[in-house]
């Protein structure tokens, strides 16, 4: 069964590949993902600086690496690594701790299962989230550094990676917070989050993949019945609220590109890690299988084919449109990238359409081990 899902995440991964994968300023040894296709001369100079897509596009490397090890896929893995580094001005560190949680979260996988280690710059993140937890002041981590908005893509990622990296503790103390402070009391989705005592009541795709990649790590590591239980929970509400006929909602492009691909990632580690010990863990992880592998059937369906590699839809329900050079680009305002004129254009979309291909063939994997 997981076979037709290997072919697809090869295929997804050529895109990427052929379409966006460059040296950083014709430097030997580096790697990164142009922003946009069709590309600008800006964007293939890397220009403009994606911190978070960078982390995901290193994230989607170590996948197939775990699909299919190559020495080659291990090259593109450590070429990332030293892009990234490069282009962030030789360092590991910027001002957005929901940035930072995404490359560390990727730079362990890259470590623990793709054998290509950057111990120090774990280290370095680490100390970022443990020193910006700030209970006395509402938190949580803040989003960014001198900012007072507390929220669920920045505490949930950074929760995940200290729980892999033996910090449990903290771990528990971060997804306490969210579930004490951010889930709606009515559907008990996540919110984004908090500023200012006040809650900022919109629910991201993205921000209920998290919590349930959380709260499926410290099941695993813990006995305490809570963290299964929250999984269980949020799970029946993603089913509910999250995906109309099974299939994941969308977002657009820009950042919200990866919306929904982020939430498959950890809809697939529900259904592949989630330990079994009662009936409710197995209707869980069963929900969460079923709803990765309908949003990858809808969203292989309704993709475009260009030079025999698929272009993925930013809304999986819905046809692919082909991107060209002209109309308005994605930019970056206040913090976040909005979207291309056609979302499509956005590496940010087409790096979930090949998350998700990835998330299925790991799921169609388990369900036949």
């Not at 209970?135 to 929220?151: A, H, L």
């Not at 306490?176 to 989050?193: K, N, Q, R, S």
């Not at 959380?214 to 813990?222: M, Y």
């Not at 979207?339 to 087409?350: F, G, I, M, T, Y």
């Amino acid at each position: 069964m997981s076979h037709p899902w290997a072919n697809r995440a090869a295929s997804a991964e050529a895109a990427i590949t052929a379409r966006h994968l460059r040296r950083l300023w014709a430097l030997p040894g580096t790697q990164l993902g142009v922003v946009a296709w069709p590309a600008t001369r800006g964007h293939r100079l890397f220009g403009t600086w994606h911190y978070w897509w960078q982390a995901h596009l290193l994230d989607n490397l170590v996948d197939a690496q775990m699909r299919e090890p190559t020495p080659e896929r291990a090259t593109r893995i450590a070429r990332q690594i030293r892009g990234h580094r490069l282009r962030n001005n030789l360092s590991w560190i910027n001002d957005y701790y929901d940035d930072m949680a995404w490359l560390a979260l990727a730079l362990e996988r890259a470590g623990r299962l793709a054998g290509v280690a950057r111990p120090k710059a774990l280290h370095k993140l680490a100390d970022q989230f443990l020193t910006a937890w700030v209970p006395e002041d509402g938190g949580g981590i803040p989003w960014r550094k001198q900012d007072q908005f507390f929220n669920a893509p920045a505490n949930g990622p950074a929760a995940i990676f200290l729980a892999r990296y033996d910090r449990l503790r903290r771990a528990q103390q971060m997804a306490d917070w969210i579930d004490e402070t951010l889930i709606d009391p009515d559907t008990h989705l996540v919110f984004d989050g908090i500023k200012g005592g006040s809650l900022v009541r919109a629910q991201y795709t993205y921000c209920q993949g998290v919590v349930l990649g959380l709260e499926t790590e410290l099941a695993v590591r813990t006995d305490d019945p809570r963290h299964p239980a929250r999984v269980h929970r949020l799970i029946a509400v993603v089913a509910e609220h999250m995906a109309p006929d099974g299939v994941i909602k969308g977002a657009g492009g820009g950042d919200g590109g990866l919306f929904n691909g982020i939430l498959a990632r950890y809809l697939a580690l529900v259904a592949t890690d989630l330990p079994r010990r009662t009936p409710e863990d197995d209707t869980a992880r069963d929900t969460a299988g079923r709803l990765v592998l309908r949003s990858a059937e809808a969203a292989w369906e309704n993709r475009q084919t260009i030079d025999g590699l698929p272009l993925f839809s930013a809304f999986w329900d819905r046809t692919a449109e082909i991107p060209t050079a002209a109309g308005p680009q994605a930019q970056f305002v206040e913090g976040a990238v909005n979207a291309s004129a056609v979302p499509e254009r956005d590496l940010s979309v087409q790096l979930a359409g090949w998350m998700l291909m990835e998330a299925a063939h790991t799921v169609a994997g388990s369900a036949t081990a």
